[in-house]
């Protein structure tokens, strides 16, 4: 069988269930409770979180070391600029995708469950795009001292396509797709 009559395979089995992962969302167990539905997609989203959160850390920990390299003083004032803006996103990110956690812990056992979830992924959406705005930027602001203005644009804005593809414009395309 051919990509394609696998691909068209797949997506009849997710239609009809025939094949499905019991753990997903969209196949959920006929039997499962509302609040056990909400119970396992909060615990999915926190898992996710899990994965993104190191990474955003380290870039975090590197960008904050940055000012205190040799050089720095050197740079232009185009790249502060970006540097500061990156900093910021990559801030932005971090607060974004650990607010759920903290969610958590200060409504814990107050029965918000459902609320924390929505608002929680909301936010891990707005921390993914704000990740992908920094680690655009701080590409741009490599390869800018790297390369110069001519590479960092093209560059950037190639990482900025890229993410947001594979991110955001894949899952939006399977949304629809499944709608249909």
Do not use: C
């Not at 009849?12 to 969209?26: F, I, M």
């Amino acid at each position: 069988m051919g990509y394609r009559g696998l691909v068209t395979e797949e997506r009849q089995n997710q239609r009809t269930g025939a094949g499905a992962d019991r753990g997903s969302a969209a196949t959920a167990d006929p039997d499962e409770s509302p609040k056990e539905r909400v119970d396992r997609e909060l615990i999915e989203l926190l898992n996710g979180l899990r994965v993104i959160l190191p990474g955003v850390q380290v870039l975090l920990a590197f960008l904050l070391t940055v000012p205190f390299s040799s050089g720095f003083e050197d740079a232009t004032s185009t790249d502060k600029i970006v540097y500061f803006a990156t900093v910021l996103l990559t801030v932005g990110a971090t607060g974004a995708l650990t607010m759920p956690a903290a969610y958590h812990r200060i409504r814990f056992r107050q029965g918000d469950k459902e609320q924390m979830l929505r608002l929680s992924n909301t936010f891990a959406i707005v921390g993914l795009s704000l990740l992908m705005l920094a680690m655009a930027t701080v590409v741009f602001l490599i390869t800018n001292v790297l390369y110069g203005v001519g590479a960092a644009v093209p560059v950037s804005l190639i990482v900025l396509l890229v993410l947001g593809f594979s991110w955001f414009a894949v899952p939006v395309f399977r949304r629809v797709e499944d709608a249909d």
